[in-house]
């Protein structure tokens, strides 16, 4: 079964700072990526996925993410955040038709 | 066009006591999803549905969690009888995946969050 890593699960940072959240997963065979937000009070949404093709994915809000097959990462980023940005953030891969999820990060944006 | 629901949102019970949540997925989304996500974690399958048949339900813990999905559309989740360790949040989702298709993006519901005492 595959399982991915998530580090650094609280991380705060001031507005118009850069963002990176790592995520490493071990599964051998074909994965899909997907990196969720969830903003307090609000359910879980998709902020990018990666399925094939270029390995920068492009999402809402400014995010990217960079999927990095030799290194079994898929990195998100976001180079100048926002106030707004404050919220939980799950990388989840699908292997073998099942989604697993890391355990979170928790970003906290001080205006 | 409205997202996935669930009921309730919070609910508080005694331990022993049965529970059931209820899911209403997107519409026309074949897939449906129970997690749980306990506190500093991120979800858990619980069991996914393609239709009204459960296709992988190995994460279910079958001596006191039951779940349903007749008619293909809505599910219910039960636990009977419920236990300390049962808080949770659990979250339903659906997802549209076709002939195939491994997967496709997974639309959360707002969760039921509950307390057992």
């Known amino acids: 079964a595959q399982s991915v890593s998530q580090h650094n699960h609280h991380v705060i940072l001031s507005e118009a700072a850069s963002l990176e959240l790592g995520c490493n997963y071990s599964?051998?065979?074909?994965?899909?990526l997907f990196w969720y937000v969830q903003y307090p009070g609000q359910h879980l949404q998709l902020l990018l996925k990666?399925?094939?093709?270029?390995?920068l994915v492009k999402g809402i809000k400014g995010f990217e993410a960079e999927f990095i097959k030799s290194k079994f990462s898929f990195n998100l980023r976001k180079p100048s955040v926002q106030w707004s940005d404050t919220a939980e953030y799950f990388c989840?891969?699908?292997?073998?038709?099942?989604?697993?999820f890391g355990k979170g990060n928790q970003v906290v944006v001080i205006p | 066009e409205a997202g996935v629901v669930q009921s309730p949102r919070y609910k508080i019970i005694e331990k022993k006591q049965p529970v059931a949540f209820w899911c209403n997925p997107i519409?026309?989304?074949?897939?449906l999803y129970w997690y749980r996500q306990n506190l500093g974690q991120g979800p858990e399958l619980l069991i996914r549905?393609?239709?009204?048949?459960?296709?992988?339900d190995s994460q279910l813990p079958k001596d006191r969690f039951s779940a349903e999905r007749l008619k293909g559309v809505d599910s219910t989740l039960k636990i009977q009888p419920a236990e300390l360790g049962d808080s949770a949040v659990y979250l339903c989702a659906s997802s549209l995946v076709g002939p195939g298709q491994g997967a496709n993006e997974q639309f959360f519901g707002p969760g039921t969050r509950l307390t057992v005492l």
């Open positions: 549905y393609e239709n009204e048949e459960a296709v992988d």
């Open positions: 989840a891969v699908n292997g073998n038709n099942r989604l697993a």
């Open positions: 519409s026309g989304h074949n897939t």
């Open positions: 990666y399925f094939s093709g270029d390995p």
């Open positions: 599964y051998g065979g074909t994965v899909n």
